[in-house]
């Protein structure tokens, strides 16, 4: 298959609003269940890092960043965000796009990317593995999702090679 991944646009909002809840119905993905207006995504994530992953015109997948900290020392270091539609999932989509991800993150100056994920979301933390991410932390009960259980994550982040070493 020929991928493209260019920038998000708001025009593809529809798209990666669409593959965000395939991810919420799954109850894997994310703690968020109730509806998301464009407005509300644009505002919680960096404007760099936004990108999607193409078939043709079809969006595949979406990756976006949100800056972790605000305290100025750590501006460095971002959270990332993936989501690759249900139809795509294991054909190298999400590795090409959270490889692009990556690439792009060091050309920005982050040196360390983070990934909080369900700790029984064993296919994304694979993912991230893949992708040259490390286990660095299990967090018991951080949060009761849309049924009232409380979910374990584990904690992933890339540190770069490149930014930051000095």
Not at 18 to 47: C, P, W
Not at 54 to 72: F, M, R
């Amino acid at each position: 298959m020929q991928y493209k991944i260019r920038a998000m646009e708001e025009k593809d909002w529809s798209s990666v609003y669409d593959i965000y809840r395939q991810g919420m119905e799954t109850n894997l993905a994310t703690f968020t269940v109730e509806n998301l207006s464009y407005e509300e995504f644009d505002h919680e994530r960096l404007k760099e890092g936004r990108f999607v992953l193409l078939d043709e015109q079809k969006v595949a997948g979406w990756t976006t960043l949100k800056q972790a900290y605000t305290i100025p020392q750590y501006h460095g270091v971002a959270e990332v965000s993936i989501y690759i539609d249900q139809n795509y999932q294991g054909k190298g989509v999400g590795s090409r796009l959270l490889n692009h991800l990556v690439d792009y993150s060091e050309r920005i100056s982050l040196w360390t990317l983070e990934a909080d994920i369900f700790a029984n979301n064993y296919g994304s933390q694979r993912l991230h593995e893949k992708c040259g991410f490390r286990k660095v932390g299990y967090r018991e009960k951080l949060g009761k999702d849309q049924y009232g259980i409380w979910r374990d994550s584990v904690l992933m982040e890339r540190r770069s090679k490149k930014v930051g070493i000095e």
